[in-house]
């Protein structure tokens, strides 16, 4: 399988733990985005990055929230001190260089419930 | 007022039909317009990616963009059950997308 992919898919936590999920983008795909998406709503942005360099985030991300991509190829998304309104689906997305650098595609997602 | 505002839904259609899905968007500087589908607990996946104001045809499947009036549609010919899923409709600016919060359809054998 050439596609994206998400590790873990379900993530069930305390709140005030910590969690980290990763992302695994198509191989070359030099941008690689992350978003959420809570039910009834579309994917909200929240940072990507261009090989290893985070280009943008979200306001959404609180300090509570840090992505890495060190060496240009696999993401991680941490979350600290995990809160109730954490639970979400969260979508990375990858995509190529060149003209079809919007042509997003995206993994299957973790799903992170907080209890 | 959000960015991006879709047609909310759901849409229940018989096997056959043509199905317009809409949306309206308010930043200007939005330059792409991609059409994904998601299925129940999935991730999104394109549909259709178009930059010009005009029509794209991909087999069933026509994106139609309206710079002017800030509109967007797509629509579905000889729509099939397995074309239920949520439609999402996205924009770039450029790089990350902003998008609507889906329109779930449902079409009926």
């Known amino acids: 399988d050439t596609g994206v992919s998400q590790d873990p898919r379900h993530k069930i936590t305390k709140r005030g733990q910590n969690v980290t999920f990763r992302c695994d983008p198509i191989?070359?795909?030099?941008?690689l985005y992350w978003y959420r998406q809570t039910l009834g709503q579309g994917p909200e942005f929240l940072t990507y990055?261009?090989?290893?360099?985070?280009?943008?985030k979200s306001r959404l991300l609180s300090d509570r929230f840090s992505a890495e991509r060190p060496k240009g190829s696999f993401s991680t998304l941490e979350i600290q001190r995990t809160e109730q309104g954490d639970s979400a689906m969260y979508l990375c997305?990858?995509?190529?260089?060149?003209?079809?650098?919007?042509?997003?595609?995206f993994g299957p997602g973790t799903r992170l419930t907080v209890l | 007022q959000k960015e991006v505002e879709q047609d909310p839904g759901p849409l229940s259609v018989p096997e056959g039909a043509i199905v317009s899905l809409n949306c309206t968007y308010s930043?200007?500087?939005?330059?792409?317009f991609m059409w994904y589908r998601q299925y129940s607990r999935k991730g999104p996946e394109l549909l259709m990616y178009?930059?010009?104001?005009g029509n794209k045809e991909d087999g069933r499947f026509t994106a139609q963009v309206d710079k002017s009036s800030k509109y967007i549609s797509l629509f579905i010919r000889d729509s099939q059950p397995s074309d239920s899923a949520t439609y999402l409709c996205?924009?770039?600016?450029?790089?990350?997308?902003?998008f609507g919060d889906g329109t779930t359809l449902t079409v009926k054998p």
């Open positions: 997305a990858s995509s190529p260089r060149g003209q079809s650098y919007n042509e997003q595609f």
């Open positions: 191989s070359e795909h030099n941008r």
């Open positions: 990055f261009q090989n290893e360099a985070q280009l943008e």
């Open positions: 930043n200007s500087a939005f330059q792409y």
């Open positions: 178009t930059y010009s104001s």
């Open positions: 996205a924009m770039n600016h450029p790089g990350k997308s902003t």
